[in-house]
């Protein structure tokens, strides 16, 4: 009779401890729920195996009894040793993505604005508890919590929580908010990119100004067409800049919100006043970006750039790299760039549909540091010969062209004094200048083609002295369908279709061989 009793206590014990590893290991639920049956089903297996124990009289039944009880107390420690490391997996997690494009990951610019974050940042997402991209985004801000414990997330159902949505002003679900202090920001859809922007933007204060200079045939920020720069103006808002068209013809100074002033691709030379306008601006620490195309007779320009150090040539880049990568010769691609904070670990091309030389002036004052950012290959070469060009008919000629490496790009700082312009608003101790000698690769029709925006965006953000933003942005998912050739293809039908069960039907044949001829 006792062995009975012991029997059933010992079963007890075993489904108690089955129930509690459900309710831990399956439902995730910790706590009372989970403990008090593992607990008590230990107790019961544990009374079990004493009692019976004691309750058999023979060396051997003991002996049996013995083996259970160490077996039991391996699975308890097996177990222990199993909930401990679940606990530490999940208080110190790590993972790996072998991804190609890295699309499981922060982004270096993520990265970096992460760890210069010193504000606390809480997100709170409304998305329903159903929902398929509340559970795309819990992974994405895991990911940034991760990175840095001050930005903390949460989720509220809106139709559980009405009151704290109308809090919010929600009328919809999908809406993560950014709050960092009292500054409060909404993105809809979000995004690894526009998120770490928002962050940005909620923790950083005051939104820099890019101004675009227009009247001499400029492109336009808001021309949507293949020759406009629409694109570039909507990923300098995604980057939190601000974007404004600026006449400096009927100005008497560049307006003081003005953080960087652009030139994209004048058609039309600017005048005096304007010259003086923008030399007044940069001696008080102006920032200023010029997209200078070839062909153009832009000499008072050309004088602001001799300033800083940079002569623009009259000449037109010939690249024969450029008819495989790009389809023409007068499409320079770069893969070569110099050492400074906008190009810092840069490994993309970047392609300048009809781009001119950019080069560094000789015997600069030590006021004045200009870096090459960007130059050709090897078997480049510049044509000075518009007319030859234009014919179709251009050859390296040594006496006259330049060979490559051609310098395409130029950064250039100045240092100002703070007695040279006492009278002026600008209060920054050196001026910065960036130009490159084409602006049809900032075009809508280029601007996404291998590095370009990169180095576009990683320029003005240098300029706008906020070097930890510079980096590679995040990649768009990549789809990557796997193409077989006729060969592969018949390999993979024959393999595991054919040739795998025809072996195992082989295996059973032999061994059902062997055994009759073992029997007989």
Sequence with gaps: MGS??????????????????????????????????????????????????????????????????????SVVTVAAILI??????????????????????????????????????????FYKETSQDRVVLQD???????????????????????????????????????????????????????????????TSGRIKTVCFLIGHGEKSVYETGPHGISAFMEALRTESFEVRDLVALAAEKIPEECDILVSAGPEKDIVKHEQNVILDYLAGGGRTLFLVDPMTEIANIEGILAAYGILLGNDVIVDRQGKLLAGNFLTPVVNSYGKHPITEGF????????ARSVTVLKDLPPTLEVTVLAKTNEGAYSESDMATLLEGQTQ????????????????????????????????????????FGDSDFAGNSNLRLSGNKDLLLN?????AEAEDMISIRSTDDLQQPVLLTATQGRFVFWIPVIALPALVLLAGAATLTWRKRTVR
């Design 4 to 73: 009975v009793i012991y029997r059933i206590l010992s079963t007890a014990g075993l489904v108690l401890i089955v129930i509690g590893g459900i309710f831990y290991g399956i439902f995730y639920t910790s706590g009372w729920p989970a403990v008090l049956p593992l607990l008590f089903g230990l107790a019961l297996t544990i009374a079990a195996f004493a009692g019976g124990y004691r309750s058999e009289k023979s060396e051997g039944s003991r002996r049996t009894t013995r083996f259970g009880i160490g077996a039991g107390l």
């Design 84 to 125: 401990f490391l679940q606990t530490l997996s999940f208080r110190h997690t790590a993972t790996i993505d072998l991804t190609s494009n890295r699309r499981f990951s922060l982004s270096p610019q993520t990265h970096k604005v992460l760890d210069a974050l010193i504000s606390p940042v809480h997100l709170t997402g």
């Design 347 to 354: 490994r993309h091309f970047s392609f300048f549909p009809q």
């Design 459 to 463: 320029t003005v953000h240098w300029l």
């Design 396 to 435: 390296y000629e040594p006496s006259e062209d330049l060979k490559g490496p051609i310098d395409i790009a130029v950064a250039s700082v100045m240092r100002v004094p703070a007695s040279s312009v006492p009278d002026s608003a600008y209060a920054a101790t050196e001026s910065r200048m960036v130009v």
């Design 140 to 202: 994405l801000l895991e990911s940034y919590s991760a990175c840095n414990p001050s930005v903390t997330f949460i989720f509220i159902d809106p139709d559980r929580e009405p009151v704290l949505a109308r809090n919010y002003g929600i009328t919809r679900t999908g809406v993560l908010f950014i709050e960092s202090g009292q500054a409060r920001e909404e993105i809809k859809d979000p995004a690894e990119d526009r998120l770490t922007n928002a962050i940005v933007r909620v």
